[in-house]
């Protein structure tokens, strides 16, 4: 073995971690504060979308204050916390000391929705029905990379039918070469426009004649299909572009004109979106002109002002839907997904005035109630009970949700059902919520009478029999069985047979007698 890998220098690189941290993401941008306003921009409010690489050591070396950097960090600041996770913002500052802080915002965040299991939508508009449909962002026409992914799934579906072909053609892209120009301010733009555009006129200029040449050889060939004639031979389509090369001038300011007419929806928008890679990029194929500026409009206006900076999921999920069944260990089966509670962050009825939906916290990020929801509990204002344990008044989500009780111990909370989230080109997570049932908070909660109350009206049950030589059940004598009445059933499966259903059922017999 050479001497090399015994340096000092290798030793650092192969045991270190000082140069195998990424380069950090550029900080999230946080609009100002306003009275209406979402976000609010604060130095020490958690961001978005973590920006550093979290960091975590085995415990041998923790209890050391080694965490493979530069220099050991101080116990006093890493040791006692139950989250050892930290992130490097500076190897080395003024002092000559490093700058970290805990990563337990966004870490424990990850853990918890790993844990809750909440897969990632996409709102994608459907540009044949007029309507919004979530799909998964792993669908194979959505998770796509590859600026030729649109142009192979579009000549593959040509031979299918109209119906099919359309919906076949669309494919999307996450991530793009050219920057997205809506969110671009004026002056990066004009910078943009100067250092990338300008000296790719020829280039330019080279692009279109084979865009035109391309378009004029399909539209023959399509001719030529319907006469059942055989392809262009190479001569032909070499006058084909002789022609182009020669009247350039007048295609462009044919372009430009339509341009001018129909702005986005224009063949120049497409073909300038095509060459420079940016969002809203139309698949090659597609011959009809309608639908082909409608949806090269939709893409470029649409409700995101521009692409994701990173995958549609950013790792939070892998499921593509939420049609998964938990299986409990004792009650079997579940309808409903495992509930979580979720703290009232902003309720219903505040200082500055009433809202039709309250503010949860969900996993470490903020998301509003259905108002659907909220709004038939909007007369609901009944008082808390001392008398009760807190769990109890947890069940309460109408009166949770509407105003807080500062005397209500760990504050207020409710039980709710993650649906479906997305993130939009910000970062934001925008998370789908809904109130569970009071089953399935007796099966997470581990009590059995709110499960047999909410099965019971679902099961069939034969009545009691009054006891022998009551007025109901004249006495006739007990040595031979009753013939008149079936032996009732007992709940069995799913609702076992217990002590407290034979006691509630003796109960019930004493008080008809």
């Known amino acids: 073995m050479s001497k090399s890998v015994h340096s000092p220098t290798a030793r650092l690189l192969q045991t270190s971690r000082l140069f195998s941290l990424p380069r950090p993401l550029p900080p999230p ?3 100002s504060a306003s009275s209406t306003g979402l976000f609010r921009a604060s130095e ?10 979290a960091i975590a050591t085995p415990a041998s070396s923790h209890f050391r204050g080694d965490w493979g950097l530069k220099r050991p960090l101080p116990g006093k600041a890493t040791r006692y916390t139950s989250t050892p ?3 490097v913002n500076a190897q080395d500052n003024i002092q000559h000391i490093t700058d970290f802080e805990s990563a337990a915002d966004h870490t424990l965040t990850e853990r918890k929705w790993r844990e809750m ?7 994608d508009k459907d540009y044949y029905t007029t309507k919004d449909q979530k799909r998964s962002v792993y669908e194979e ?8 992914a649109g142009k192979n799934r579009a000549s593959s579906s040509r031979s299918s039918d109209s119906s099919k072909s359309a919906g076949s053609l ?6 793009y070469n050219g920057p997205s120009i809506s969110g671009m301010r004026e002056g990066d733009f004009n910078l943009y426009v100067m250092k990338t555009i300008r000296s790719r006129k020829d280039e330019f200029r080279k692009f279109m004649i084979d865009r035109l040449v391309d378009k004029r050889v399909r539209d023959e060939e399509t001719q030529s299909r319907d006469r059942y004639a055989r ?5 032909r389509i070499q006058q084909i572009r002789q022609e182009v090369v020669q009247n350039y001038d007048v295609e462009e300011k044919r372009l ?16 300038i979106c095509d060459f420079l890679d940016l969002p809203g990029v139309i698949p090659e194929g597609h011959v009809n002109d309608n639908g082909f500026a409608s949806r090269l409009t939709a893409q470029l206006a649409n409700d995101e002002p521009g692409p994701p900076t990173t995958h549609p999921a950013a790792g939070l999920s892998h499921l593509r839907s939420n049609a998964v069944l938990d299986m409990h260990p004792l009650w079997g089966p579940q309808a409903e997904r495992t509930p979580v509670l979720a703290r009232v962050v902003r309720p219903r009825i505040t200082v500055g005035g009433q809202d039709n939906a309250a503010n949860i916290g969900v996993g470490g990020v903020v998301a509003r109630e259905n108002p659907t929801i909220a709004r038939s509990a909007w007369q609901d204002r009944s008082v808390r009970r001392d008398d009760l344990p807190l769990e109890e008044n947890w069940l309460d989500a109408n009166r949770m949700t509407q105003e807080l009780d500062p005397d209500l111990p760990n504050g207020n909370k409710i039980w709710v059902q993650p649906g479906t989230a997305r993130i939009d080109e910000k970062g934001h997570i925008y998370l789908n919520t809904s109130r569970s049932s009071k089953e399935a908070i007796a099966v997470k909660t581990a009590k059995e009478e709110p499960i047999l109350q909410a099965t019971s009206g679902a099961i069939y049950t034969e009545p009691a029999v009054a006891p022998p030589g009551t007025k109901a059940n004249a006495n006739f004598g007990v040595g031979l069985p009753d013939q008149r009445q079936l032996k009732g059933r007992s709940f069995k499966g799913f609702d076992g047979e217990s002590e407290t259903v034979t006691r509630i059922k003796e109960i019930m017999a004493q008080g008809r007698s």
């Open 29 to 31: 941008s946080l609009d």
């Open 44 to 53: 020490t409010a958690t961001t978005p979308y973590p920006t550093h690489q």
């Open 85 to 87: 996770i930290i992130r």
């Open 117 to 123: 299991g909440i897969p990632m939508m996409v709102n």
């Open 141 to 148: 026409a959505l998770d796509n990379t590859d600026p030729d």
């Open 170 to 175: 669309d494919v999307k892209r996450w991530k």
């Open 231 to 235: 392809q262009l031979s190479a001569y």
């Open 256 to 271: 430009r004109e339509e341009h001018t007419a129909k702005h986005l929806g224009s063949e120049l928008t497409a073909a």
